[in-house]
């Protein structure tokens, strides 16, 4: 028993940080304090591009391993270069293996100025899990939460995405982080068997 629970992975997820470095360095205390194994950010880290300093920062001066995906307020690029600068990993198309769970995911979304169409979040989601489909666990991490979920309702100004539900139907991850919708920060349902956490800006510590 004692084994199992050593070799649980804890994550703190967030998203929606919107250039507020004092709240970066809260969640980062948060991250020390928990004894989290990995920091998982799901987007919307700038305001509008602007605000790129203090927000990975203070996670890497704690030691802690972070992976992000970018928001609708900053492009690819811009969440490349966070990544490079501070050794994390983009997980946009892309996928990582971590203590035998595998970390999949897509930002941005599917309104605004980086808009992406539905079939492209469906095709880079997969792109990503095609890498960790063997892993024991499997989380998928997005900014926009997918259509037909309770966090719709929460706003009437943001549409779930049809691409992150017709991935979660087919590649039925374990969990699926996003944030994207303020309103509905906390709020956590389960989408056939995965568990959907909208993590948001105070963020969740999560085992895995």
């Known amino acids: 028993m004692e084994n199992k629970e050593k070799s649980k992975l804890r ?9 507020d470095t004092s709240q970066a360095k809260r969640l980062a205390e948060q991250a020390e304090k928990d004894s989290v194994d990995l920091v998982v950010l799901c987007g919307d880290l700038t305001y ?7 927000i990975i920062g203070p996670f890497v001066r704690k030691n802690k391993k972070v992976v992000l995906i970018p928001g609708n307020h900053e492009t690819v690029a811009t969440a490349d270069f966070l990544a490079e600068l501070y050794g994390a990993t983009n997980l946009h198309g892309y996928s990582i293996k971590y203590k035998e769970v595998g970390f999949f995911g897509c930002g941005g979304a599917n309104i605004g100025l980086f808009q992406l169409g539905e079939d492209e979040i469906f095709e880079l989601i997969k792109k990503g899990y095609e890498r960790i489909k063997d892993s024991k666990r499997k989380i998928l991490v997005t900014h926009v939460h997918p259509s037909g979920s309770l966090m719709e309702k929460f ?14 139907e087919t590649f039925k991850p374990d969990i699926l982080l996003c944030s994207h919708v303020h309103e509905a920060e906390g709020i956590e349902e389960m989408i056939g068997k995965t568990k959907v956490i909208n993590v948001g800006k105070k963020g969740k510590v999560i085992e895995v």
């Open 11 to 19: 994550i703190l997820a967030a998203g929606d940080i919107h250039g």
């Open 155 to 168: 706003t009437s100004i943001f549409p779930g995405s049809d691409g992150v539900r017709k991935a979660i």
């Open 48 to 54: 509008a591009e602007t605000s790129t300093e203090g």
